[in-house]
């Protein structure tokens, strides 16, 4: 089956401590995002990747970092300078940036 | 900058009734839109996807109306189900460079059995 996993589904952690959060796509596709979804307001974008080795800062990048070493893969790492890490973080994928975008089934990052 | 906003926020109807949610957008210079499924603490579900070329899609009970000039997207749903309930978001594709994609908080709908 084609699709995106996320890995965790719920993940709880210390305030001031780095996390990761994984995202891989089986759909070959060249663009991978990661958005952060808040109650009451859009999804906003953090990251986005149009191609291997290569990403761009979304709209609210601070505090956060991703890598894209291989096509299939684009973890995201919420640092210990983001401010409000608290959110449901979602990873999509095209095949380009100009298409249809599929997403994962999210993962709910708690922090206390 | 483009805003994306979807009225009403919530909505309730009984079922197999034939329904209308709203999506606006202030910049219709767009590439396409998309109209997604979300049900409560999932993913997105990609339902319909709208090239600015074209006025509508249609995916069995689902229908999607794009008008760029008055910067509006409407998506009719005929037959409600409880099935149906779930929240209903509509992203915006905008041109040039990434081709950023601005979403709506959605509608939140319930159908009643």
């Known amino acids: 089956d084609g699709g995106i996993t996320q890995s965790p589904k719920y993940l709880f952690r210390k305030e001031g401590q780095n996390v990761t959060l994984s995202c891989e796509q089986n759909l070959n596709h060249d663009a991978m995002y990661w958005y952060r979804q808040d109650p009451g307001q859009g999804l906003r974008l953090i990251y986005y990747?149009?191609?291997?080795?290569?990403?761009q800062k979304g709209d609210i990048a601070e505090g956060y970092s991703v890598s894209r070493e291989k096509k299939e893969s684009f973890p995201l790492t919420v640092t210990s300078a983001q401010k409000n890490p608290t959110a449901f973080y979602l990873c999509?994928?095209?095949?380009?940036?100009?298409?249809?975008?599929?997403f994962g089934p999210g993962t709910r990052l708690t922090v206390t | 900058k483009q805003e994306v906003t979807q009225i009403p926020a919530a909505l309730s109807v009984p079922e197999g009734e034939n329904l209308v949610l709203n999506c606006s957008f202030t910049?219709?210079?767009?590439?396409?839109l998309q109209w997604f499924r979300q049900d409560p603490g999932k993913g997105l579900t990609s339902l319909l996807l709208?090239?600015?070329?074209?006025r509508e899609q249609t995916s069995g009970r689902l229908n999607a109306s794009l008008d760029k000039s008055s910067g509006r997207s409407t998506l009719y749903i005929a037959a409600s189900q409880p099935g149906d309930s779930a929240t209903y978001l509509c992203?915006?594709?905008?041109?040039?460079?990434?081709?950023?994609?601005?979403f709506g908080i959605g509608t939140k709908l319930q159908v009643i059995p």
């Open positions: 992203a915006v594709r905008g041109r040039g460079g990434y081709q950023k994609v601005t």
């Open positions: 990747s149009q191609i291997v080795n290569d990403f």
């Open positions: 709208i090239q600015s070329s074209q």
């Open positions: 910049d219709s210079a767009i590439y396409n």
């Open positions: 999509a994928s095209s095949i380009g940036t100009g298409n249809e975008q599929y």
